[in-house]
């Protein structure tokens, strides 16, 4: 994806989700596309409720795709607050 950020893959291994502890691993094209949608739209909001105006570049998911935890200035933000409920309604 343009302007990803570069996460090592030994890194990546290393990181899970805090609620589940499943493993994480980058967001596709479609999943970041889509939630930018919905940002565009006012209508993502993250797990703390706030309404997101940061437009949406990459992040990572949650195994069972549920969570994507967005990236900021290279780092994954690993808070629950920060993540996105992926399969949310539009």
Known sequence: M????VIAEEMLALLC????RQ???RATAAVVARLEERRAAGSLRNRGGQVID???EAGLVRADGALFFPIRSGIPLLVLDEAVNVTAPC
């Open 54 to 56: 940061a437009p949406i």
């Open 17 to 20: 989700c805090p609620e589940t």
């Open 23 to 25: 493993p994480l691993a």
């Open 2 to 5: 343009k302007g990803e950020p």
